[in-house]
């Protein structure tokens, strides 16, 4: 809404923060917080603050902000649920809390894929999932949104779950293999792909 003070946690390249500008108008502010700041020196945005920020170590006004949005940020904190506490201080009386993170429920590979490929690629999708929950990750933290966020005292609590379907060769295909390489090394370390 217009005239909003908006903060988003782990902010990545800023597409969210660039339109969140846009949405809060010339009256309204939006700070960007990250570890990684370097991608929102692109953004031409007058009402952006951009704060160079560790959710886990740094503190946080309270009672701060109309809106407070987070990506994909909790799913890798330690500290999850005391992190979103944190979040949700931050917000003013009658405010918005809008937490997105993933559920990982369900991995399938098209059928037509011929049998020993689609074997191998279920291989690396089940070394992948034990090796993102060797190193911390979160795989169930989506389920649990909506109660954890319930149980914080907010007032018409809703969820909303999605199944993604990728196809080869597109941006998100892209960052999956991005996502296996950086995790190659526990990959490798469950034993089930060599």
């Not at 570890?35 to 740094?58: G, H, R, S």
């Not at 074997?119 to 690396?124: F, I, L, P, R």
């Not at 990750?137 to 007032?155: A, M």
């Given at each position: 809404?217009?005239?909003?003070?908006?903060?988003?946690?782990?902010?990545?390249?800023?597409?969210?923060?660039?339109?969140?500008?846009?949405?809060?108008?010339?009256?309204?502010?939006?700070?960007?917080?990250?570890?990684?700041?370097?991608?929102?020196?692109?953004?031409?945005?007058?009402?952006?603050?951009?704060?160079?920020?560790?959710?886990?170590?740094?503190?946080?006004?309270?009672?701060?902000?109309?809106?407070?949005?987070?990506?994909?940020?909790?799913?890798?904190?330690?500290?999850?649920?005391?992190?979103?506490?944190?979040?949700?201080?931050?917000?003013?009386?009658?405010?918005?809390?809008?937490?997105?993170?993933?559920?990982?429920?369900?991995?399938?590979?098209?059928?037509?894929?011929?049998?020993?490929?689609?074997?191998?690629?279920?291989?690396?999708?089940?070394?992948?999932?034990?090796?993102?929950?060797?190193?911390?990750?979160?795989?169930?933290?989506?389920?649990?949104?909506?109660?954890?966020?319930?149980?914080?005292?907010?007032?018409?609590?809703q969820g909303r779950g999605e199944v993604s379907v990728y196809r080869g060769g597109t941006p998100?295909?892209?960052?999956?293999?991005?996502?296996?390489?950086?995790?190659?090394?526990?990959?490798?370390?469950?034993?089930?792909?060599?």
């Amino acid at each position: 809404s217009e005239k909003w003070r908006s903060l988003e946690t782990g902010v990545g390249g800023g597409s969210i923060a660039e339109w969140l500008c846009q949405t809060v108008g010339a009256a309204g502010q939006v700070v960007a917080a990250d570890l990684e700041v370097k991608f929102l020196k692109a953004l031409d945005c007058p009402n952006l603050d951009v704060w160079e920020f560790n959710l886990i170590t740094d503190e946080l006004p309270e009672a701060e902000f109309d809106l407070v949005h987070a990506r994909s940020v909790l799913i890798h904190l330690p500290q999850r649920e005391e992190m979103l506490r944190k979040l949700a201080q931050a917000i003013k009386p009658g405010g918005w809390l809008f937490v997105e993170d993933p559920h990982f429920l369900i991995y399938g590979i098209d059928p037509s894929v011929p049998t020993p490929m689609r074997e191998a690629a279920d291989n690396v999708d089940k070394a992948m999932l034990q090796a993102i929950e060797i190193i911390g990750i979160d795989t169930n933290l989506g389920g649990r949104l909506f109660g954890l966020i319930c149980s914080l005292g907010f007032e018409a609590v809703q969820g909303r779950g999605e199944v993604s379907v990728y196809r080869g060769g597109t941006p998100v295909s892209e960052m999956m293999m991005l996502t296996v390489e950086r995790l190659r090394t526990p990959i490798l370390g469950t034993g089930l792909v060599m």
